[in-house]
T-cell receptor, first 116, second 112 residues
Framework: GAVVSQHPSRVICKSGTSVKIECRSL??????MFWYRQFPKQSLMLMAT?????????EQGVEKDKFLINHASLTLSTLTVTSAHPEDSSFYIC????????????FGQGTRLTVV | KQEVTQIPAALSVPEGENLVLNCSFT??????LQWFRQDPGKGLTSLLL?????REQTSGRLNASLDKSSGRSTLYIAASQPGDSATYLC???????????FGTGTRLTVIP
C-alpha cells in the first residue's frame, strides 16, 4: 500500500513560536493532500485541502494566516502553525491522494503538538 | 454541514464476542465510506473502504456495510480479540475527492 510519512510525531514548543509539520508521500505522487486536527475526545476535523502547485483551500473557521500550508512538490506538503498558542495544542494528521487512486487517501502517523 | 455520529461511544465486551458498531451521517449523500482504527496516541489504520458503487466490504473478521438511502453504516467484528481494542472511526466523503468527514469514534475494549 501507499506510504505517507509525517514528521515529527511529537513536538513541544513555547507559546509564540512557529512549528512546521511535514507530510511526505514515499512511493506515490500526492496530487492532493489534506490536513486534519483532532482535539481531545473529539473527531478529526478537516482543516484544509491542498493541490500541488496551488493555494490551499481552508475550511470555515480555520485561519489561513495562522496555519500556513505549502504543497510545492508532488511528494511533500508542510503545515506551519505560526505564533502557536496553548489552544493550538492538538493532534494534527495529514492524508494524501493521487489521481491514480482517487478513491482512497492514505494517512500519515500524525503529530502531537503541545504548546506550553 | 455533514455530521457523523457513532454509536456506542464506548463498548466493552468479553473476548470471543461478535459486535456491531454503528455510524450515521446527517446527509446521506455519501460517495465513499471508510472505517479506520486508531490506537492511543497513534495515527489511523484503514480497515475497509466501501467505494461509491459498492454496498459492502469484508476483510477477515471485519465486515462493513453501507445503506446509502439512510446514510448509515455498520462495522461487524466477529470473534473479537484483545488486540481489537482501539477506537474505531468511520469517515465518508461526498464527492470522491477524499476530503473526509469523520465520526466521533467508538472506543472498543475487548476483555481477555
Amino acid at each position: 500500500g501507499a506510504v505517507v510519512s509525517q514528521h515529527p510525531s511529537r513536538v513541544i514548543c513555547k507559546s509564540g513560536t512557529s512549528v512546521k509539520i511535514e507530510c511526505r508521500s514515499l512511493d506515490f505522487q500526492a496530487t492532493t493532500m489534506f490536513w486534519y486536527r483532532q482535539f481531545p475526545k473529539q473527531s478529526l476535523m478537516l482543516m484544509a485541502t491542498s493541490n500541488e502547485g496551488s493555494k490551499a483551500t481552508y475550511e470555515q473557521g480555520v485561519e489561513k494566516d495562522k496555519f500556513l500550508i505549502n504543497h510545492a512538490s508532488l511528494t511533500l506538503s508542510t503545515l506551519t502553525v505560526t505564533s502557536a498558542h496553548p489552544e493550538d495544542s492538538s493532534f494534527y494528521i495529514c492524508s494524501a491522494s493521487t489521481r491514480n487512486s482517487i478513491t482512497e487517501a492514505f494517512f500519515g502517523q500524525g503529530t502531537r503538538l503541545t504548546v506550553v | 454541514k455533514q455530521e457523523v455520529t457513532q454509536i456506542p461511544a464506548a463498548l466493552s465486551v468479553p473476548e470471543g464476542e461478535n459486535l456491531v458498531l454503528n455510524c450515521s451521517f446527517t446527509d446521506s449523500a455519501i460517495y465513499n465510506l471508510q472505517w479506520f482504527r486508531q490506537d492511543p496516541g497513534k495515527g489511523l489504520t484503514s480497515l475497509l473502504l466501501i467505494q461509491s458503487s459498492q454496498r459492502e466490504q469484508t476483510s477477515g473478521r471485519l465486515n462493513a456495510s453501507l445503506d446509502k438511502s439512510s446514510g448509515r453504516s455498520t462495522l461487524y467484528i466477529a470473534a473479537s480479540q484483545p488486540g481489537d481494542s482501539a477506537t474505531y472511526l468511520c469517515a465518508g466523503d461526498q464527492t470522491g475527492a477524499n476530503n473526509l468527514f469523520f465520526g466521533t469514534g467508538t472506543r472498543l475494549t475487548v476483555i481477555p
